[in-house]
């Protein structure tokens, strides 16, 4: 870690960095700041994937058919990667405690962690933000969030992000430290506003699969995505979180892009579904976790709570947990009475 000194501001530059997570976006994450030219320790539970990186500079499992850089080492136990300046932790939410509890044994109190996971812990219904301030209180905590396929990034594709934090000078040092020409993050110190965008529209992104796989048409694809803003906006305010978020990268943005392309995990699953596949045919073979089928859950308790009319994340969970027939659903949304647009 390096200091920097700009007149009365000091900027600090995390060279050191460590990703927790190999999947297809941890994998992405570690090739775009190994561009930085640093080398990149990156932590897989799965020793083929260990493997795979060290031996051939591919993620056969979760990002097959891209090189990688030689800069990214790869390693199975999670304490070699702990002593750093920077940690990405990109596990999948519904993991993130576990993780969480491991890298609290070995990292340092004072190493921001970034939190990359677009989820819900559905146990306890708190934020991945809420679980990492309850097992590490004292590390700087961040959210990275907005639309970015791992396919984009790791092939260069101009590439814009949130990361948002409490402490804006922190965040700065540490927008600095990742940026590169394809990989731009812009600021927000609203980190509940972020999370919320970022774990609700993979909901809203099943409901819009739904409407593709039941051929009802892009005008009902659009009202279900508008419609689903408005949603996930009314749960982010609730929850303390500011609009003007829910209108940037991490809320309109990440919502369009995944609810508008096959690439997009929770889209796919929402075809399926609407094509009549049950929850089991749908998920059967895949190896990445759409992580909205999750989330669905946990937003509906969370909706019911802060009393937030959230029909189609209550429709999306129905769907998911068998309730109700997909006919039946899609004919209560549709027989909703009247009300005035907000």
């Not at 990445?288 to 969970?317: C, F, Q, R």
Request: net charge positive; glycine share 8%.
């Amino acid at each position: 870690m390096a200091i920097r000194r700009s007149g009365k501001k000091m900027s600090i530059n995390y060279n050191n960095i460590s990703i927790a997570g190999a999947g297809a976006w941890g994998t992405a994450i570690a090739e775009v700041m190994s561009r930085k030219g640093h080398p990149i320790n990156l932590w897989a539970k799965e020793r083929t994937v260990v493997n795979s990186i060290n031996s051939n500079r591919v993620n056969e499992l979760f990002l097959a058919n891209v090189k990688l850089s030689e800069q990214i080492i790869a390693f199975n136990n999670i304490e070699q990667i702990t002593q750093c300046d920077l940690l990405f932790l990109v596990s999948p939410a519904q993991h993130t405690r576990a993780v969480l509890k491991e890298i609290s044994k070995t990292l340092e109190e004072t190493t921001p962690i970034i939190l990359c996971s677009k989820g819900i812990e559905i146990s306890s219904l708190k934020l991945m933000s809420q679980i990492a301030e309850e097992i590490l209180p004292k590390n700087p905590i961040l959210i990275l969030s907005g639309p970015s396929f791992a396919i984009d990034v790791v092939n260069n594709k101009p590439t814009a992000v949130t990361l948002a934090c409490k402490n804006l000078d922190i965040g700065r040092s540490i927008a600095d430290s990742i940026n590169i020409q394809t990989f731009r993050p812009y600021l927000s110190d609203d980190i509940i506003g972020a999370q919320i965008g970022g774990a609700t529209k993979n909901v809203i992104a099943i409901a819009a699969g739904v409407v593709d796989g039941q051929k009802l048409g892009d005008s009902a694809r659009a009202a279900t995505i508008a419609r689903g803003f408005s949603e996930i906006n009314r749960l982010a305010i609730a929850l303390g979180g500011k609009e003007e978020t829910l209108t940037g990268l991490s809320g309109m943005g990440d919502l369009l892009l995944t609810c508008n392309s096959v690439t997009s995990r929770n889209y796919s699953l929402g075809i399926k579904l609407g094509m009549g596949q049950s929850v089991e045919e749908a998920t059967n073979g895949l190896s990445t976790i759409a992580e909205g089928m999750y989330t669905a859950k946990a937003i509906n308790k969370l909706a019911d709570i802060h009393n937030v009319d959230m029909p189609i994340t209550s429709a999306v969970n129905n769907l998911i947990e068998n309730k109700i027939s997909l006919k039946k659903i899609i004919q209560g949304l549709l027989n909703r009475p009247i009300k005035e647009e907000k």
